[in-house]
């Protein structure tokens, strides 16, 4: 797996964000360095780790084919314009980030050209890394099903609380330590 036509793979990325942005750009370039360090020899040997829910992420995703919904795209929100790429079968990770670059007073389209045509390492910073990752966090059937003890839903992959202060669990996340939703009466 490589990325041989940047301007083919961007005009993809382009087509499923909804807009060419410079967000576009640069995820086409975090992928494809991604995945020349690693070499993936299929989309099944890859894991991706997005660092923010920005443009990028599309562009990471359509360059990659990895998927939420499949457990080879994750979401780690740390508002960086980085990932992680994981070989599963080779054991190997790289962490692809952004180095400090000026792009002077470039418009919007030549910032986005511009970004397309430097060089890796005036654009890019990479360091192999190591990610652990759990059996109920990789690719496949859950591992692992049960239902919260207090609102009675299922939670997969061990991402239940054993125990919430003196209860005994199982307990879902929101039900042990409050959800992003409130429901209304």
Known sequence: MQVTDVHELLRRCI?????????????????????????PESEKDLIVYLENDRCIADAILIATGTRLGRRSLKLVDYGKMAATFVNLKKDIAYRVGLNQFDLGDASKEEAKARVLSMADDELLSWKKVRVRIRKEELPGKPERVVRCVRCGEKVFDAKDIAEYGAEAGPFCIPCAHGAYYEPEE
Not at 22 to 37: D, F, H, P, T
Request: charged share 20%; aromatic share 8%; with cysteine.
């Open 15 to 39: 087509e499923y964000h909804g807009h060419y942005c410079i967000g576009q750009s640069l995820g086409v370039r975090i992928a494809r360095k991604g995945l020349e360090l690693i070499a």
